[in-house]
């Protein structure tokens, strides 16, 4: 039986059990594969390797893993700060966008209200999930690493954490999007664009007290949901503020 030596670094470890972290993974196996079956064999998901080197030298997913191989393993976070060219890695997208499984519809309001698009429904299952991230171009975001290993998902990452406030703070960082925020810009309901209309407009949709206090008014141009600066504002902008802190 052929052997290879893994060892996987930085956060991939989080893919791994307790006693195959941050260690050399003795890996034996029978059939000829593909490193980036095998990779995934271990359990970790193609999307969030950024850079394997086998012997020494950089490979791509399809290279064959050869008897006595030599693996390391590498997510973004540790390429970027190595001068080495990455065989794995996507083209960068022209425009950042996200679909988001169901287990994380509080990041995608909070990806929403800092203006990125953002495709979330509680009902779409797993292959429609990778389809949409395949066929528009979109990062996938979510809690089911088996997910991410769908072969046809190029853009992915694993959300990490569970509390929405620092899941939102995780993203940003990993996609170094905050200079890329621009909040008040999409519907919290169904990721439509924002457009300024006046009072007129809309006054017949407006509460009463709406009408005697606020002269400025935002209309969603897919579900036509109005927005203003009600008393839900500063607590949004709070928040906004404390995650938008976290870029320096």
Known sequence: MAKATFHFHAELNDFLPPYKRQVKIEHFYGERASIKDMIEALGVPHPEVDYIEVNGKPVNFSYIVQDGDIINVYPISIVTDMPVLSLVRPKPLNII???LDIHLGKLASSLRLLGFDTLYRNDYDDPELADISSTQRRILLTRDKGLLMRSVVTYGYYVRNTDPQQQIVEVLRRFDLFKLASP????????????????QVVIDQLPEN????????????DCAQIYWKGSHYQRLQQFINGVLDFSG
């Open 97 to 99: 966008r996200f679909v």
């Open 210 to 221: 709406v009408l005697l206090s606020t002269d400025e008014f935002h209309r969603c141009q």
């Open 184 to 199: 008040f810009q999409r519907c919290l309901r169904c990721n439509g664009t924002l457009q300024p209309v006046t009072k």
